[in-house]
């Protein structure tokens, strides 16, 4: 839900006809192409962002690299194709790409009605306001009358005429087809307020000149659960997908990191050996080698390091685990038994 860098279609136009249809195996064809092509963000700092070689880097970039890893070996064997909002789910649908990781919410319609998948929450997310300092404004519910810039047939523009009929607020929705349209609106100074996700909110705050002339308001208007997401008609590549993502989460439950794989390769904990290939089975129950999750770590890490290199406290983001922290910890990622 960020800057727009490169134009999408063009980018979708490039890539069209490298990602076959799930109903060929997207595993076996990911493996023949030797690419896994990935839908991302066309700018979105922390989560999925070009540097100036073109090089994607961020937290959604990770999960696309962690499946490339599970399925040919290679974190980078990865063809990143840039979408907006409005082109992110037909991109799927139609085949050009294999998965896509571009913060996208898990809702029923989207599922029912868009034959999708979302394999697992990966971030835990809520709609939020971001307003300027100057308007003096400490809470959403002081929004009475104000103008909101925010996206058009998005999840947060209902949110939004949800918000403002349940608080009797009479906000009046400035509405844009792209969030960049909506951003620059806001920073513009044609909208009291600009509403997304608190994630999305973060990433442009930090990514302008002035950011602490801004202020991020405390009320949490959603429930945004956000998932990768496939075709529904591969259920082979759902599962791989799906325990790829929750790899990364049991690794940080287990200890083990990026540079602490080769080492763990020896512990006698079941889990540990179940997880990592040392005792078998595992990987080629979906099609992928014994060794998928140990590549998967060794290359991109777990949940936390990539959590907390792309958008954690010490990033430009800042943003705290929270409710994105371990069950044992107190949030709500908790990765299902491997055996």
Same mark, same amino acid.
């Given at each position: 839900?960020?800057?727009? &860098?490169?134009?999408?279609? =063009?980018?979708?136009?490039?890539?069209?006809?490298?990602?076959?249809?799930?109903?060929?195996?997207?595993?076996?064809?990911? #493996?023949?192409?030797?690419?896994?092509?990935?839908?991302?963000?066309?700018?979105?700092?922390?989560?999925?962002?070009?540097?100036?070689?073109?090089?994607?880097?961020?937290?959604?970039?990770?999960?696309?690299?962690?499946?490339?890893?599970?399925?040919?070996?290679?974190?980078?064997?990865?063809?990143?194709?840039?979408?907006?909002?409005?082109?992110?789910?037909?991109? *799927?649908?139609?085949?050009? &790409?294999?998965?896509?990781?571009?913060?996208? %919410?898990?809702? *029923?319609?989207?599922?029912?009605?868009?034959?999708?998948?979302?394999?697992?929450?990966?971030?835990?997310?809520?709609?939020?306001?971001?307003?300027?300092?100057?308007?003096?404004?400490?809470?959403?519910?002081?929004?009475?009358?104000?103008?909101?810039?925010?996206?058009?047939?998005?999840?947060?523009?209902?949110?939004?005429?949800?918000?403002?009929?349940?608080?009797?607020?009479?906000?009046?929705?400035?509405?844009?087809?792209?969030?960049?349209?909506?951003?620059?609106?806001?920073?513009?100074?044609?909208?009291?307020?600009?509403? %997304?996700?608190?994630?999305?909110?973060?990433?442009?705050?930090?990514?302008?000149?002035?950011?602490?002339?801004?202020?991020?308001?405390?009320?949490?208007?959603?429930?945004?659960? &956000?998932?990768?997401?496939?075709?529904?008609?591969?259920?082979?590549?759902?599962?791989?997908?799906?325990? %790829?993502?929750?790899?990364?989460?049991?690794?940080?439950? *287990?200890?083990?990191?990026?540079?602490?794989?080769?080492?763990?390769?020896?512990?006698?904990?079941?889990?540990? #050996?179940?997880?990592?290939?040392?005792?078998?089975?595992?990987?080629?129950?979906?099609?992928?080698?014994?060794?998928?999750?140990?590549?998967?770590?060794?290359?991109?890490?777990?949940?936390?390091?990539?959590?907390?290199?792309?958008?954690?406290?010490? =990033?430009? *983001?800042?943003?705290?685990?929270?409710?994105?922290?371990?069950?044992?910890?107190?949030?709500?990622?908790?990765?299902?038994?491997?055996?």
């Amino acid at each position: 839900m960020f800057k727009a &860098i490169f134009p999408a279609l =063009t980018a979708v136009a490039l890539v069209a006809g490298l990602a076959q249809p799930a109903s060929a195996g997207t595993i076996e064809t990911i #493996k023949q192409r030797g690419q896994l092509v990935c839908g991302v963000n066309t700018g979105n700092p922390g989560f999925a962002q070009p540097d100036s070689k073109g090089v994607y880097s961020g937290f959604e970039v990770d999960q696309c690299r962690a499946v490339a890893a599970a399925i040919t070996g290679k974190a980078d064997n990865v063809k990143y194709v840039p979408l907006t909002s409005q082109n992110r789910f037909t991109a *799927l649908q139609s085949g050009e &790409i294999d998965m896509l990781a571009r913060s996208a %919410t898990w809702s *029923l319609t989207r599922e029912s009605t868009l034959n999708l998948a979302f394999p697992v929450v990966t971030f835990y997310d809520g709609q939020a306001f971001m307003v300027s300092k100057k308007l003096g404004v400490k809470s959403a519910k002081e929004l009475k009358g104000a103008t909101v810039c925010a996206l058009t047939g998005s999840t947060s523009e209902l949110n939004l005429a949800d918000f403002s009929r349940a608080n009797k607020l009479d906000i009046k929705p400035v509405s844009y087809d792209s969030l960049d349209g909506a951003r620059d609106a806001f920073l513009g100074g044609r909208c009291d307020a600009y509403t %997304t996700d608190m994630s999305g909110l973060a990433a442009t705050r930090a990514a302008i000149n002035n950011p602490d002339d801004y202020v991020i308001l405390p009320e949490v208007i959603s429930k945004e659960p &956000i998932s990768v997401a496939v075709r529904q008609d591969d259920p082979a590549f759902l599962h791989a997908v799906r325990w %790829t993502m929750y790899a990364m989460i049991e690794a940080e439950e *287990l200890g083990i990191t990026a540079a602490t794989v080769d080492q763990h390769m020896k512990d006698e904990n079941p889990e540990t #050996k179940r997880l990592l290939g040392a005792t078998p089975g595992l990987g080629t129950s979906m099609g992928l080698t014994d060794s998928w999750a140990a590549d998967v770590i060794r290359q991109v890490g777990n949940y936390g390091e990539s959590f907390d290199r792309n958008v954690g406290p010490k =990033t430009a *983001l800042g943003l705290q685990r929270g409710i994105n922290e371990l069950w044992s910890k107190g949030g709500l990622l908790y990765a299902p038994p491997f055996r």
